[in-house]
Nanobody
Framework: QVQLVESGGGLVQPGGSLRLSCAAS????????KGWFRQAPGKAREFVAA????????YYADSVKGRFTISREGAKNTWYLQMNSLNAEDTAVYYC????????????????WGQGTQVTVSS
């Protein structure tokens, strides 16, 4: 079975940094498009960052550009979200996701999801 597991969340002060990791197992061969989403209480899940298949193109939500960086290992079964200059608006449950192929940046374009990890930014 396919399993994605996030780690690295926690409590951080405004201006601080965290690095989230996603470890996947059982992904179908060629599932190289990877992403991160987040969901705050009472809000819909929103796109944060993605890296597409063999091209390695990266995409970011406007709200995180210049602060967050998505990366993946060569084996492409582990990927990361480096989060810098965190602020209170970044507080959310963060989910990693993977797609069989690139179908766009909406949640519906991703096929496999992790369980989520809490990120709380507070002084």
């Amino acid at each position: 079975q396919v399993q994605l597991v996030e780690s690295g969340g926690g409590l951080v002060q405004p201006g601080g940094s965290l690095r989230l990791s996603c470890a996947a197992s059982g992904l179908p061969f060629g599932s190289n498009t990877k992403g991160w989403f987040r969901q705050a209480p009472g809000k819909a899940r929103e796109f944060v960052a993605a890296v597409t298949g063999s091209s390695g193109s990266t995409y970011y939500a406007d709200s995180v550009k210049g602060r967050f960086t998505i990366s993946r290992e060569g084996a492409k079964n582990t990927w990361y979200l480096q989060m810098n200059s965190l602020n209170a608006e970044d507080t959310a449950v963060y989910y990693c996701a993977a797609a069989r192929f690139f179908k766009g940046l909406a949640s519906a374009g991703f096929d496999f999801w992790g369980q989520g990890t809490q990120v709380t930014v507070s002084s």
